[in-house]
């Protein structure tokens, strides 16, 4: 197994020290992965019952986090939450707010304002501004960022699936807002929210038979949307019929034409934006020949762990901060397996 470098290993200060900061409380086990953690008890055998749902709702414990077109509402920066008499105008205006959870005894719920105008919704909520979960990561805790893009997951849903996909009627929300059943006299069907499964795979190149000590290289490539010298691991979405281990070798060998034998799971990254779950995969080429689809993919390359920490280094990292592509990448630096 071969371990990195030391300007590897130095480029990893950032990776390890967000680790530290962002991550599931020590208790739980788990690695960072932004928008992840199990913060709240979603009490899901309770929450089918209505009078239990609206005697949560009315806890004098209970928050309300109003949301406007899948934006969290603002006040110097910071989301807001709502609670006791200052949650019931939003909550009258907003409709069924969903149920999201029982944060220790406190119970959590989420509203979307988003058939108000900005103006009149920021009013209300005693708000300054409406801003993506996204742009304000960097400033939430762990638990926030995640119960937020919670939030904003499962409200998207909710306004996108206001019909029947069966017989075009009418749907109404049960189970705290985590079901709509169609009110349709002859389907009564049923909807849940729906997660889309998508691989990120970070690809090893082989061992060069003529060199088999020489340094190990990574798979990174350039999206046909990204500026020019942006490199990122290969993604993309699973589709009916295949597993996940048969999606990444598909996507990489579609969007770089390179093949890969060996596939191996890694982690998760709950990503409701909308409604997605990110699947990480370390993967190994079997040749390191690249023919890049020139469509989706406009470039790739390898770059060995030393050219990556370059580019850490420089401010140009092959990731988002909040992409588990961060944990996924930061550990072929560290020279895990």
């Not at 049960?174 to 006299?185: A, F, P, S, V």
Request: glycine share 10%.
């Amino acid at each position: 197994m071969s371990t990195a470098t030391p300007a590897a290993a130095a480029a990893l200060t950032g990776v390890e020290a967000a680790g530290a900061e962002g991550g599931v409380p020590a208790e739980a086990g788990s690695p960072a992965t932004p928008y992840s953690g199990g913060w709240l008890d979603r009490a899901s055998a309770s929450r089918i019952d209505r009078p239990w749902v609206l005697a949560r709702l009315s806890d004098a414990r209970s928050r309300v986090l109003p949301l406007w077109r899948d934006r969290c509402l603002v006040s110097a920066g910071t989301p807001i939450a709502l609670a006791g008499p200052q949650a019931g105008p939003v909550v009258e205006a907003a409709g069924e707010p969903v149920f999201l959870g029982l944060d220790g005894e406190e119970p959590v719920f989420t509203v979307d304002l988003s058939a108000l105008e900005l103006p009149q919704c920021l009013a209300l909520a005693g708000a300054e501004d409406a801003a993506e979960v996204r742009a304000l990561v960097s400033g939430l805790s762990p638990a926030d960022a995640s119960i937020l893009a919670y939030a904003r997951g499962v409200l998207c849903w909710h306004r996108n699936q206001q019909f029947c996909g069966t017989c075009g009627g009418r749907t109404k929300p049960l189970h705290g807002g985590h079901m709509r059943q169609c009110t349709g006299e002859t389907c009564a069907k049923q909807w849940f929210p729906r997660i889309e499964p998508a691989v990120l795979v970070l690809v090893e190149a082989p061992a060069d038979p003529d060199d088999p000590t020489g340094p190990a290289r990574c798979l990174l490539a350039r999206h046909h949307t990204s500026a020019a010298d942006a490199y990122s691991t290969v993604a993309g979405f699973v589709e009916v019929g295949e597993s996940l281990e048969d999606a990444v070798r598909r996507e990489v060998a579609e969007e770089t034409g390179v093949r890969v034998g060996e596939v191996a799971y890694k982690t998760s990254q709950a990503w409701p934006f909308p409604a997605g779950i990110m699947l990480a995969f370390r993967a190994t080429a079997v040749s390191d020949a690249i023919a890049v689809d020139g469509e989706e993919i406009v470039e790739a390359r390898w770059f060995t762990r030393d050219e990556v920490a370059a580019r850490v280094a420089a401010g140009r990292p092959p990731w988002r901060d909040d992409s588990i592509g961060k944990l996924l990448v930061g550990g072929w630096l560290a020279g895990s397996a």
